[in-house]
């Protein structure tokens, strides 16, 4: 009896076995051919002297053919294509090239700000005419190799969203690893950051690129009314230390602001409330203000120089803001590891972590 069950159930099994690779053997494998390259056509092919104060205006709007496919007829294939614009230096055969989403439409509309921001990428210098290859991806499965327009150019001279310090505070003669300052949210005139100066004098001097050309700012003649000016190809600016200063840049009246500072956490969520500040203390090494602060239940603000004339709460996304009406939530009850780091612009943060 048991070998007439093992025999009955063997050939049963062999028998599903022939059925399934019958089955196999009779669907059908499309592969997707497409029909064409895409071919790129662009509004413009000179962008002209961009200006960060039209980031927001239309520079120019790239079109193509959208991808099609040769497929059997009777075949039903669903597949959705996506483009990319491909930015690079003309010439380097798209070595480095930088990415702009295109989405998955037959068009894409760029703004000042967005053709800048791939001008940059791309490597191209601030304030110089120059030219990118621009081409078309279009990727339309993961295992096969994308399709690429033919290349059409753009000439722009791009701005710079960076003013990089070089000079004898930080011990080098270009700007390849300054640190910077940064165009404000919403005042593409006006650049704000944080430099930490080592030295009991220091002199430095401002590039708009961080390579060891570029268009050089430093100290000018000050103009009536005006304590200290800034000028193109100007001289040093001395500034002494060792100390963080907050250095501000105004384009439109040619001026800077060098604040130093020293900050500290403020608020009823802090040992001396609303009242008096806990001061915190600069770390050289890694360029961040930090201190050990019990903490209760509460709010609190960062604070510098024991003033109100600079000082940061949050915004609605929890980002520090200055002059913010919104405080900064406490942790709650502890002891509490306090950093606050301003060294990159418009993207400052803090942390709170309990001992």
Do not use: H
Not at 21 to 44: G, H, I, M, N, R
Not at 83 to 110: H, I, P
């Amino acid at each position: 009896m048991k070998n007439w069950i093992t025999q009955t159930a063997t050939g049963f099994l062999a028998l599903v076995a022939v059925l399934l690779t019958s089955c196999e053997k009779d669907e059908t494998q499309v592969t997707l051919a497409p029909a064409s390259t895409p071919t790129l056509t662009a509004s413009t092919t000179n962008a002209g002297v961009l200006q960060a104060g039209n980031a927001a205006n239309n520079a120019v709007t790239y079109s193509w053919t959208p991808l099609t496919f040769d497929v059997p007829s009777a075949t039903k294939v669903g597949t959705t294509v996506t483009y990319t614009l491909e930015f690079a230096r003309t010439g380097t055969a798209f070595a480095n090239a930088t990415a702009v989403d295109a989405g998955t439409g037959a068009s894409k509309a760029l703004t000042v700000g967005d053709v800048n921001n791939a001008l940059i990428r791309a490597g191209l210098t601030p304030d110089r005419a120059s030219q990118v290859d621009v081409r078309l991806r279009a990727n339309y499965s993961a295992n096969q190799e994308p399709l690429y327009s033919t290349a059409t150019t753009l000439s722009a001279s791009p701005y710079s969203r960076e003013l990089y310090a070089f000079g004898s505070f930080q011990g080098m003669a270009d700007v390849t690893k300054a640190p910077f300052i940064q165009i404000t949210d919403g005042n593409p005139q006006e650049y704000d950051g944080y430099l930490y100066m080592p030295a009991a004098t220091n002199t430095f001097k401002l590039s708009n690129t961080n390579t060891s050309s570029g268009t050089v700012y430093g100290s000018g003649t000050a103009a009536a009314g005006a304590t200290n000016s800034f000028a193109l190809n100007g001289g040093d600016i001395s500034l002494p230390g060792p100390g963080q200063y907050r250095m501000q840049v105004n384009l439109v009246n040619s001026s800077y602001t060098a604040t130093k500072v020293v900050w500290g956490v403020i608020g009823s969520a802090t040992p001396n409330g609303w009242d008096k500040p806990t001061m915190l203390t600069f770390d050289p090494a890694d360029k961040k203000w930090k201190g050990k602060v019990t903490l209760v239940a509460g709010e609190l603000k960062f604070r510098a120089n024991d003033n109100w004339a600079i000082n940061f709460g949050t915004n609605a996304a929890g980002k520090l803001v200055y002059d913010s009406p919104d405080n900064i939530p406490g942790p709650g009850p502890g002891e509490y590891d306090v950093v606050l780091d301003l060294n990159t612009p418009n993207a400052y943060t803090y942390s709170f972590t309990k001992k």
